[in-house]
């Protein structure tokens, strides 16, 4: 009798967290206990954003430190059109709010997609401890203009009155909105799968590697790393959008670089490049900051040797210690 394979086992790993996902809001629900299903939304929309930027670094080896400005302008998106939509002023030209939640996310890409595009195609252009301070400073100048954008709220940020909508769902109701950002986020793994799995994700994971021997095979490493870069800024700001409608406000904080390290340290905890690294990464913190946050006003201290101990004995999150080697599954 031989062992599962480690792709085999973090396949099983794989399903097993995304039921446990699932399954622990609908006990919760059956308990009318709706507190715990919305620490299960924190988690799923957390994961979300780190999905969109495990795509940058966990397969093209892209170390944003400017993601949080994606995922800022995403809830901006959220709270912008709704605030327009209830009091009922056009946004320009006559073009008016809306607090349909497709909308949104299509705006939210629209914009993120715009936005990266020149911060990619410039940041590209460096590497190294470079690219990081660059995505940075991208991303603070983005976090300081909100800041002073009295219009929509300033430093103050944003209330959203009443969640966004969803056809055919009520959005008030915790469950029902947790099943939608569940869904979001099964989508935007099925996203990933599929990258990774293409002659894209090859050419990206092989610029990762050595950019000079792809270049070789005629491929340029900067257009494959400059179109995941924007795919990343869209999926991150799509979480973004949902974080506003989760919190019903949003404000500056969500583009500062705290939460730029917050993401990357959510797929170093979950795995770099693995499927569910961001899921197990944003349960483990999500836990963390729920079991230590009500003792303790620094559990990020003990959070802080958790991912200690991941990068020096485990560096493969911790999906490497439950399913083994292997990336794929």
């Known amino acids: 009798m031989t062992n599962a394979s480690p792709t085999s086992r973090e396949t099983i790993v794989n399903a097993l967290l995304a039921l446990l996902l699932l399954g622990l809001p609908l006990l919760a629900f059956a308990m009318g206990e709706p507190f715990y299903i919305t620490l299960a939304t924190r988690i799923a929309v957390l994961a979300l954003a780190a999905v969109g930027l495990n795509i940058a670094l966990g397969l093209g080896g892209l170390v944003s430190f400017g993601h949080a400005a994606f995922f800022g302008l ?71 203009f909100a ?30 909105f947790f099943l939608i950002c569940y869904a979001v986020l099964m989508a935007a793994l099925g996203l990933f799968w599929l990258l990774r799995g293409s002659r894209f994700g090859a050419a990206l994971q092989a610029a990762r590697q050595n950019a000079t021997r792809l270049s070789a095979v005629g491929i340029a490493p900067f257009n494959i790393r400059l ?3 924007i795919i990343s800024a869209m999926v991150t700001g799509v979480a973004g959008a949902l974080f506003a409608d ?84």
């Open 74 to 144: 995403g809830g901006y998106a959220a709270g912008i059109l709704a605030t327009h939509a209830f009091d009922g002023v056009p946004l320009f030209a006559g073009i008016p709010g809306t607090v349909s939640m497709p909308v949104i996310w299509l705006v939210t890409m629209v914009a993120c997609g715009l936005v990266a595009l020149p911060i990619g195609a410039i940041s590209l252009r460096t590497a190294g401890v470079y690219f990081i301070m660059i995505t940075l400073a991208f991303a603070q100048m983005i976090y300081y």
């Open 147 to 176: 800041i002073s954008w009295p219009a929509y709220g300033g430093e103050d940020g944003l209330s959203i009155y009443v969640r966004n909508e969803f056809p055919g769902v009520n959005t008030t109701q915790p469950l029902p």
């Open 227 to 229: 179109v995941a870069f």
């Open 246 to 329: 989760l919190n019903k406000f949003v404000s500056p904080s969500m583009m500062s670089w705290h939460m730029s390290g917050e993401l990357i340290v959510l797929i170093i905890l979950g795995g770099k490049g693995r499927l569910f690294g961001p899921v197990a990464g944003a349960m483990l913190y999500v836990l963390f900051e729920f079991a230590l946050g009500g003792i303790t006003e620094r559990w990020q201290f003990f959070l802080g040797l958790i991912l200690l101990g991941v990068v020096l004995f485990a560096r493969g999150g911790l999906l490497g210690l439950l399913a083994g080697k292997a990336r794929h599954g």
